[in-house]
């Protein structure tokens, strides 16, 4: 049976790993403890500004995570271009996630699936809460788009998505939980996997995040949940509830 | 703190074909770790010479014959696998090239060497996610070098959305089960194909790789 | 971090953690001191005189006081009685390591009149958490900090008392992360456990530890404090919040015992963070992990309050930060279960290359306090 997956979220500013809150950059961390043995997935997001960094710091560190995990490594975080991703790929990704580039002309995640593969492609989505619904928003969450994130995500689906990360804006770096229903609007509507983020506190949220918000995969972004120690405390819990994951 | 595997004995140079389209960092990072050289090249001459050949593979198979081709890469290919022998290991898309044919994105003839096609990938249960993504089981369901010391059931990493579909039942060695099982390991003779990729698959797939290196 | 900057007016480096220097490179702990003087208190004490008022009398205790017995809990505990005829429970979550000082001046305090509860968890637990913090964290006290903040807010929800008072706002007083105006007035337990814990407690299960020995460090459900109404307020909000005037304070009402060697390893006072037997270590931690030790922190309170200029400061700092916490290490030690020579292994795994540099055979600040 398909596992399901625990997926750790990396974001560089400049290369120096950082927390977000509700995507400002907040703290740095000073000790990086990721355990590249037991997580499933890792995801490495350049969330530098433009202008405020360069991009070569963050290429390293793409090189040194491929050379030392031996799972699965989604680049992304200003991926703007063909040569933008085949770049990340060359460092090492497996998969490059897109976002901002992708809502300004969704034709590019097309070519990146007919050159790298669907299964390569992961959309990433950032919503904020409007009115009754969700609306997505680009560019470090800045610039809201119009976009319901469900007919967004079933549009990058048919455009060639191999996979979704739907993240909440407003639970970015909080421990309060996921947005479930944020996600379970997205999972209705698209067959590809999601790929759930922004909030997750305790492992009984990831449960959830499973069992209510009908994700594939649930993401954290925070440093306190990378520790071995850590994994296997969630990864127990999850088996406890039931959901089948990679010991 | 870091659990190592131990480093395998004797250094020998694999050759990690360059068509411009593979994971190459992560097969090559995974081969040094097992204490071989890895050799990442797009040069015909170096691959037609190779002991030992691993095709990656992240892409479209349409898009992987071309530079192939483009490259010049088919004939040294066919002279270090067919007409020399030596092991060759298709890694996801790069096993798939081994097929007769795929349907991904249109048409595409592939290297034919191995009597299967390459098809979407369609669960029985429509509501399972396509592409398929994360670590499945693969169940050894006939003896193979690859699998030498590695528990039947295993998990090891996939992300695909289109599968071998063999037609000769004997090159399936390995299986998995996705709304139906799909062939995942595949051999004939010294050709050898995972749909997964053992270089993302933790302890057992870098078991399976350094069985490759050593025993096929 | 590419460039290591210290405070203009103290000597806080920019090191640590969510603090913010101006265009003039001054902190945002220094402004706030500043921003202090110009508070009108008499409002604020006005405020706090009817907050009071509206809950006074309706049970046996008026108040919870988080209290560790040291100056400046003692100090509102006294005050709360004395000044404004309160009567509150004092909450103590154990040290990691009690010792004599803390265990005489608790007793001390209490003979003065007043209720407490200690809560001392189990160490089985407490002892392996602390471990693996020291080693993941570089924060043998991670789960300790979680038990401080949650024992007061689970005594209120259990004793019923809907008002708990926390001395200061760490984030305005000592440079920090302010979320909004009113998480300096009203506590927030999210912004808490977002930056001071890090994680969950509830996270903490392991092989050995199951979800009851974390008990002592969760915070109780939400609408059980919303059952009872529980306000977490600061002190610090509505009195001028002076480390150097609570020490005065308390020496006035009771006899304070003081660290015996006339200072603390690693700064020049003898009056702070007493108790616990771990805290040398905990402090010597930060300096390793951020490049600024216990002297930098309380020179810099000192500035602040104009008790030192910063020459003055940067003497001691320079002459005490760096000293190794060798007093209390046996007991250190023992608590972790760890010798000499496997601390230094886990010490050198939380230095920051980007602060620290090994030169002439030891480790030396890339850019010392200047």
Redesign the interface.
């Known amino acids: ?5 625990v997926i750790t979220v990396l974001a560089f500013h400049d290369g ?1 790993l950082t927390r977000t ?1 509700a995507f400002e950059p ?3 961390y ?2 990086n ?1 990721v355990d ?2 037991s997580i ?2 890792i995801v490495a997001l350049d969330v530098t500004r433009p202008g405020s960094g360069e991009r070569g710091n963050f290429l390293a560190v793409v ?1 040194a995570l ?3 995990c ?4 989604a680049a992304g975080g200003g991926v703007r271009s063909m040569s933008d991703a085949e770049t990340l ?7 490059v996630v897109v976002n901002t580039a992708a809502l300004d002309r969704p034709s590019f995640i097309g070519e990146l ?8 492609v992961v959309v990433a989505i950032d919503a904020r809460r409007a009115g009754e619904g969700y609306e997505v928003c680009a560019a470090f969450a800045s610039r809201p788009t119009g976009w319901y994130p469900e007919a967004w995500a079933a549009r990058a689906q048919a455009e060639g998505a ?2 979704i990360l739907i993240t909440s804006v407003e639970r970015d ?4 939980g996921y947005d479930l229903e944020l996600c379970r609007r997205v999972a209705d509507a698209v ?4 790929l759930i983020a922004g909030g997750a ?4 949220h990831f449960v959830e995040g499973i069992t209510k918000g009908g994700a ?2 649930v993401c954290t972004a ?4 990378f ?4 994994i ?3 990864k ?2 999850l088996a406890r509830a039931g959901i089948a994951v ?1 010991a | 703190m870091r659990r190592r595997l131990g480093a395998t004995r004797g250094v020998k140079t694999v050759v990690i074909v360059d068509y411009g389209l593979g994971n190459l960092a992560s097969v090559a990072s995974a081969v040094a770790h097992l204490g071989h050289e890895p050799m990442v090249t797009a040069e015909p001459d170096a691959v037609a010479r190779a002991e030992r050949v691993i095709l990656p593979g992240v892409g479209a198979f349409g898009d992987g014959m071309a530079r192939l081709r483009q490259r010049g890469l088919i004939a040294a290919l066919e002279r270090v696998a067919i007409e020399r022998g030596r092991p060759l290991l298709g890694i996801c898309l790069g096993g798939q090239l081994l097929a007769t044919e795929s349907e991904e994105f249109g048409h595409h003839e592939g290297l034919g060497w191995l009597p299967a096609r390459v098809v979407r990938l369609t669960p029985n249960d429509p509501t399972m996610r396509v592409p398929h993504v994360g670590w499945n089981e693969v169940r050894q369901v006939a003896p193979c070098p690859l699998f030498e010391g590695i528990a039947d059931g295993a998990l090891f990493y996939h992300m695909h959305g289109y599968r071998l579909e063999a037609a000769e039942d004997s090159i399936v060695v390995g299986e998995t089960d996705y709304g139906g099982g799909f062939p995942s390991v595949v051999r004939r003779c010294n050709l050898y194909a995972t749909q997964f990729h053992p270089e993302k698959s933790q302890r057992a797939g870098l078991a399976l790789l350094a069985n490759f290196l050593e025993r096929a | 971090m590419r460039d290591v900057r210290f405070c203009a007016r103290c000597v806080m480096p920019n090191t640590r953690p969510r603090i913010v220097f101006d265009a003039l490179g001054v902190c945002n702990g220094c402004r706030f001191a500043e921003e202090k003087s110009r508070i009108d208190w008499t409002a604020r004490r006005r405020d706090f005189e009817a907050l009071i008022e509206a809950g006074r009398g309706r049970g046996t205790y008026d108040c919870i006081v988080p209290w560790s017995g040291g100056k400046d809990s003692s100090t509102i505990a006294h005050r709360l009685k004395a000044e404004f005829g309160l009567n509150p429970l004092l909450v103590t979550f154990s040290p990691l390591i009690p010792n004599a000082i803390g265990a005489r001046n608790r007793e001390a305090f209490l003979n003065l009149g007043f209720d407490s509860i200690m809560i001392r968890p189990n160490q089985k637990a407490s002892r392996r958490l602390a471990r693996r913090f020291l080693e993941e964290r570089g924060n043998p006290k991670v789960h300790w900090d979680a038990g401080v903040n949650a024992a007061p807010v689970r005594s209120a929800v259990e004793q019923r008392v809907p008002l708990v008072l926390y001395a200061e706002h760490g984030e305005s007083e000592y440079g920090g992360r302010v979320l909004s105006e009113d998480h300096r007035r009203m506590r927030d337990l999210t912004e808490v456990l977002e930056h001071q814990i890090g994680d969950d407690p509830a996270n903490w299960t392991d092989e050995v530890i199951g979800p009851r020995d974390l008990a002592p460090y969760l915070y109780p459900a939400a609408e059980d404090v919303a059952c009872v109404g529980v306000k977490a307020l600061y002190f610090g909000w509505f009195f001028r919040w002076s480390m150097a005037e609570n020490w005065q304070y308390i020496q006035g009402v009771m006899p304070f015992a003081t660290a015996p060697n006339g200072r603390t390893d690693g700064t020049f006072t003898n009056f702070d963070s007493l108790d616990d037997a771990i805290d040398d270590l905990y402090y010597h931690l930060q300096y390793i992990k951020f490049g600024f030790g216990r002297a930098t922190r309380d020179a810099c309170r000192m500035v602040q309050n104009g008790e030192l200029t910063r020459a003055e400061a940067l003497e001691k700092v320079r002459a005490y930060d760096d000293e190794f916490p060798s007093t209390h290490l046996a007991e250190a030690l023992d608590y972790l279960g760890l010798d000499e020579a496997g601390l230094a292994r886990i010490l050198d795994t939380h230095r920051n290359d980007e602060i620290w540099v090994f030169e002439g055979n030891r480790w030396r600040l890339r850019h010392p306090p200047r």
């Open positions: 049976m398909l596992r399901r997956r120096v809150k907040d703290t740095r000073t000790h403890l590249l043995w499933d997935e090189r491929a050379a030392r031996f799972v699965p490594l790929l060359g460092a090492g990704a497996d998969k699936a007919r050159a790298y593969g669907a299964q390569a191999g996979e770096g909080s421990l309060a067959s590809v996997p999601v506190g305790n492992w009984q594939d995969a925070n440093v306190y949940h520790t071995e120690a850590s296997q405390s969630a127990a819990h990679r």
